[in-house]
């Protein structure tokens, strides 16, 4: 049977055009109790914060890596009220690096502002984040949280801020002693804290503006040009050590790894910690319960008496337990 007709798109002579920021914003959760109880409110909040408090035009870009299904639906509603841009529902978990590979890949704008799923974002951060580029065009990557720790894959950074002309290099310990402590908090890494806190700083200047030489995987912001010809990235772990690619391939190409001066991002962990809260003057309500995920088992060894309904609602209730008594004291 012949064609019926043309395609009404061919007389359309407009197309959307990308902003100029993609923000994009990784997510796992694959179910609501022990470690991910409170997970998807640290999602929600993540969100909201994002949209409140942006000051520049960016798309936003949700990638879930195999969430539960009452996440991947909350992510729906939000792409279906125009929050979300652009929505990938992955069906596996494909590791942090694996979706970094796909998200630099398809993010199309010339910035991509990306952060983990439990980031706090203050209002300008992403204005803060592009004038840290503007004033160092040796920049790679810019983060939303000064950091005091070790300075691995930083080293090239250091050497490279005392060549550049214009720019002056402090040594020193600058970074607030309270951002220190709250963000060992939110990592649960008390037990590196005074490693932390005896280490120095270093502070940049130029051009009138101010960055701290430092680097984190949970939020920062870099140029498509730059990380996208680095990819694919290697990967065979979910986290951990296959990130470092990313610091190698940055710090390797003598390109700068900052940090804003003032704190404009946060990183909140898997909980919402109302004692947090309280120190920084923000109204944000706690809720102290989450129901079960109902989520189906994949197929191969999980199934058999695992997927029956009244066996995993019990063992998942039995690891949140678990997980809660030996965690108590930081709840």
């Keep these: 049977m012949p064609r019926i007709g043309q395609n009404p798109a061919k007389w359309v002579t407009r197309v959307a055009v990308p902003s100029k920021v993609t923000v994009a914003v990784l997510c796992f959760i694959p179910f609501q109790s022990g470690y991910y109880r409170q997970s998807l409110e640290v999602l929600q909040l993540c969100l909201d914060s994002l949209i409140s408090n942006t000051d520049l035009p960016y798309d936003l870009l949700v990638f879930d890596n195999g969430s539960c299904q009452e996440v991947r639906d909350s992510l729906v509603a939000r792409r279906e009220a125009g929050d979300i841009q652009y929505l990938v529902l ?30 706090y974002f203050f209002p300008g951060w992403l204005s803060r984040h592009l004038k840290v580029f503007e ?13 005091r720790r070790r300075m691995t894959f930083s080293e ?12 002056e290099v402090e040594v020193g310990k600058f970074i607030s ?19 932390n ?20 995987h949970y939020q920062f912001v870099v140029r498509k040009d730059v990380v996208q010809s680095y ?6 772990r979910p986290m951990g050590a296959d990130v470092a690619e990313f610091d190698r391939a940055i710090d390797g190409s003598n390109l700068l ?31 102290t319960a989450t129901p079960l995920a109902r989520r189906k088992f994949p197929s191969g060894a999980g199934r ?19 997980f809660r008594l030996y965690f108590q004291a930081h709840a």
């Design 90 to 119: 992955s069906e596996k978990n494909l590791g942090k690096v694996g979706a970094w590979n796909l998200i630099f890949a398809a993010a199309p704008g010339e910035y991509i502002a990306y952060a983990d799923s439990d980031v």
């Design 135 to 147: 004033a160092f065009p040796e920049v790679g990557t810019v983060a939303g949280t000064p950091r």
């Design 156 to 167: 090239n950074s250091i050497r490279r801020a005392r060549e550049l002309p214009g720019v």
């Design 177 to 195: 002693e309270s951002w220190i402590r709250q963000h060992a908090r939110s990592l649960d890494k008390l037990d590196e804290l005074d490693e």
């Design 197 to 216: 806190l005896a280490r120095d700083d270093y502070l940049l200047t130029s051009n009138g503006v101010k960055a701290y030489i430092t680097a984190q």
């Design 231 to 236: 990819l694919p990235f290697p990967h065979q």
């Design 257 to 287: 790894r900052l940090a804003v001066a003032d704190r404009v991002a946060l990183h909140l962990g898997n909980r919402l910690d109302e004692k947090l809260f309280e120190e920084l003057d923000l109204d944000i309500p706690v809720k």
């Design 304 to 322: 058999g008496i695992l997927t029956w309904r009244p066996i995993r609602r019990a063992l998942l209730a039995l690891y949140d337990r678990i």
